[in-house]
Each structure stands twice: as structure tokens, then as C-alpha cells.
């Protein structure tokens, strides 16, 4: 089983950064997948990130290319997100989740079977 804690949403204004942490735990695998999405009301739950935690390499999607970074600290098991130049559309609420092996850039939820709770971020002025 694995655990995941995600923490560092908010609110902020068009144009403002936050960063999401994820801290794991529990049966961590060799090598895993983190991913990072997000669900806004009335809306399909969509990939937005992803990190190899083996290697660091990493997938976004279109939308947050060029403003959205995903990392990590090995040392902690924990991962980030930074988001800048926040957007209105980017309010959702931010899970990671995790599955063992490498990340594929379609990103699909389903392939994960490990998920925090959640984190809201909310981009409004």
C-alpha cells in the first residue's frame, strides 16, 4: 500500500504561483510513477503532470506547459508541483497519485491505483 499527502493549495490571484507538495509512504516501489491531476466542478478528472521517479522525466499537458513544474526530492519521497501564472481555469481540486513503473504520457487515471486526498487550489481575483 502506498501513501500519499498532498498539502499547499489556496487561493490566489490571475497571475500567482502556489506549490503543491506529495509526500509518500508506506510500500514505496523501486521505481514509480507520480502523477498530478486535477478535477473542477462538473468536470472530468485530467492529467495535468507526470514524473518518473527513477529517472525525473517528466509530462505535462498543453495546457500548463511552460507555467507548471513537476519535481522531486528523493531523499524525502516527497514531490512538487510548481504553478505559475495561474489561471481561473486552472481551479480544481490537485491530486497525486502514484503506480509502479514508468509514467506514459497519455496520463490516464485509471492506470493509477494510489491517490491523495487532495488539495484545493482556487485562481480568482
Known amino acids: 500500500q502506498v501513501y500519499l499527502a498532498e498539502s499547499g493549495g489556496g487561493s490566489v490571484q490571475p497571475g500567482g504561483s502556489l506549490r503543491l507538495s506529495c509526500a509518500a509512504s508506506?510500500?514505496?516501489?523501486?521505481?514509480?510513477?507520480l502523477g498530478w491531476f486535477r478535477q473542477a466542478p462538473g468536470k472530468e478528472r485530467e492529467g495535468v503532470a507526470t514524473?518518473?521517479?527513477?529517472?525525473?522525466?517528466?509530462y505535462y499537458v498543453d495546457s500548463v506547459k511552460g507555467r507548471f513544474t513537476s519535481s522531486q526530492d528523493n531523499d524525502k519521497n516527497t514531490f512538487y508541483l510548481r504553478m505559475n501564472s495561474l489561471k481561473p481555469e486552472d481551479t480544481a481540486m490537485y491530486y497525486c497519485?502514484?503506480?509502479?513503473?514508468?509514467?506514459?504520457?497519455?496520463?490516464?487515471?485509471?492506470?493509477?491505483?494510489?491517490w491523495g486526498q487532495g488539495t484545493q487550489v482556487t485562481v480568482s481575483s
Open positions: 497519485a502514484a503506480h509502479s513503473g514508468s509514467c506514459f504520457s497519455d496520463m490516464a487515471a485509471d492506470d493509477f491505483p494510489f
Open positions: 514524473i518518473y521517479q527513477e529517472d525525473g522525466r517528466t
Open positions: 508506506g510500500y514505496l516501489y523501486a521505481y514509480y510513477c
